[in-house]
Antibody
Framework: QVQLVESGGGVVQPGRSLRLSCAAS????????LHWVRQAPGKGLEWVAV????????YYADSVKGRVTISRDNSKNTLYLQMNSLRAEDTAVYYC????????????WGQGTVVTVSS | QSALTQPASVSGSPGQSITISCTGT?????????LSWYQQHPGKAPKLMIY???KRPSGVSNRFSGSKSGNTASLTISGLQAEDEANYYC?????????FGGGTKVTVL
């Protein structure tokens, strides 16, 4: 079945780095744009970043721009999010999401991976 | 981009209809055709309920409908059921970026 599975979350100290992964299955990975969306504890959804189907275009939310890099490996059906200079306010559940073709909406979501930034 | 504005909570009795508003600006909601709504139950990932303002993905109940007027999008749930109790988020896609609303908690009385 169509599935996204995130991994790589954990507890990290402020200022350190972390790389999240999102493994996809059940669809042609290289055909779709992919996003990262996060949700701080008890808060709403916040869009983080998007990467085009071929990796040629990437866009970021202002809150993470310069500290985060989205990338993908179409040969491995895997999406990544490299997060540097982490701050307490980056503490959240991080979801990867597949963009439905041509509709700019997220039709498939992973289960999320928890990132906690704390000393 | 600033978050879109949604009411914090909306409630209704079983069988009733409720409407959740999502207000933005002429640069996002008013400009974009790419307006979506998501349902999220506690501890679960969001689920796409509406895209392109008013279209339903396969498998989503026709009790859910979307619309837009000016800078405000709306999600209406008719025939409210206990399982509809959840948080709902609107989103707008413009200039290659997505912005979400703050979320609305729907309570079924």
């Amino acid at each position: 079945q169509v599935q996204l599975v995130e991994s790589g979350g954990g507890v990290v100290q402020p200022g350190r780095s972390l790389r999240l992964s999102c493994a996809a299955s059940g669809f042609t990975f290289s055909d779709y744009g992919l996003h990262w969306v996060r949700q701080a504890p008890g808060k709403g959804l916040e869009w983080v970043a998007v990467i085009s189907y071929d990796g040629s275009n990437k866009y970021y939310a202002d809150s993470v721009k310069g500290r985060v890099t989205i990338s993908r490996d179409n040969s491995k059906n895997t999406l990544y999010l490299q997060m540097n200079s982490l701050r307490a306010e980056d503490t959240a559940v991080y979801y990867c999401a597949k963009e439905a073709y041509g509709v700019a909406a997220f039709d498939i979501w992973g289960q999320g991976t928890v990132v906690t930034v704390s000393s | 981009q600033s978050a879109l504005t949604q009411p914090a909570s909306v409630s209704g009795s079983p069988g009733q209809s409720i409407t959740i508003s999502c207000t933005g600006t002429s640069s996002d909601v008013g400009f974009s055709y790419y307006l979506s709504w998501y349902q999220q139950h506690p501890g679960k990932a969001p689920k796409l309920m509406i895209y392109h303002v008013s279209k339903r993905p396969s498998g989503v109940s026709n009790r859910f409908s979307g619309s837009k007027s000016g800078n405000t999008a709306s999600l209406t749930i008719s025939g409210l059921q206990a399982e509809d109790e959840a948080n709902y988020y609107c989103s707008s896609y413009t200039s290659s970026k997505t912005v979400f609303g703050g979320g609305t908690k729907v309570t079924v009385l």
